[in-house]
Structure formats: C-alpha cells, structure tokens
Nanobody, 121 residues
Framework: QVQLVESGGGLVQPGGSLRLSCAAS????????MGWYRQAPGKQRELVAT???????NYADSVKGRFTISRDNAKNTVYLQMNSLQPEDTAVYYC???????????????WGQGTQVTVSS
C-alpha cells in the first residue's frame, strides 16, 4: 500500500503564510512527479504546482511569485510554501504523486486526503 499524508493547513489572515507538507510512505520503488492541487467550494480541482524527480517545476499562473514547491527525495516528501495568501486561495489542498510500487511493473497516481486552507480576516 502507498499513503500520502498531508499536514500544515489551517486558518491564516490575508497576507499571511503557510507551509504544507506531504509525506509518501509504503511499498515504494520510485516517485516521479509530486504536486499540489486545490479545490474550492463549487469549483473543479485545479493544479497549483508540480515538481518532477529531476526538479522541473510548474506553477499555476495564479500562484506564481507567491508559492514555492520543493521536495526532499530522501524523505519522499513534497512541500508547498505559500506566501502572500489571499481569500481566493481558500480551498482544500490535495497532494498528488506518481509512484511505482516495488510490486508493480507500472506507476500509478496517488492522492492524499486533503488539508483545508482558509484565508480570512
């Protein structure tokens, strides 16, 4: 089994910062891309940022210059540093990873359970 466990969400005032973490564990052979998505009430889930095992990064235009994604391959962990948060960043944030298990020939996509981020005064 593979698990993605997120942490770091919460309530923050506009202009504030939060750091999300997501640790992958289980029967893992390799982790390819890792990333963060978010879903606000009444909206579709959208990409926030992704990072490959080689360090290539992609951001949604709405978070460029404010959010920073990083990963620690030794810890199978991806981070999302969120600065200058605005009310429109309020959403459930989901961790995503492309993983090949030791028991599998192919990789599969996995999701975390989600962590709530609320930006409000």
């Amino acid at each position: 089994q593979v698990q993605l466990v997120e942490s770091g969400g919460g309530l923050v005032q506009p202009g504030g910062s939060l750091r999300l973490s997501c640790a992958a564990s289980g029967n893992i052979l390799s982790i390819y891309s890792m990333g963060w998505y978010r879903q606000a009430p009444g909206k579709q889930r959208e990409l926030v940022a992704t990072i490959t095992s080689g360090g290539n990064i992609n951001y949604a235009d709405s978070v460029k210059g404010r959010f920073t994604i990083s990963r620690d391959n030794a810890k199978n962990t991806v981070y999302l540093q969120m600065n200058s948060l605005q009310p429109e960043d309020t959403a459930v944030y989901y961790c995503n990873a492309d993983i090949r298990k030791k028991s599998d020939r192919y990789r599969s996509e996995y999701w975390g359970q989600g962590t709530q981020v609320t930006v409000s005064s």
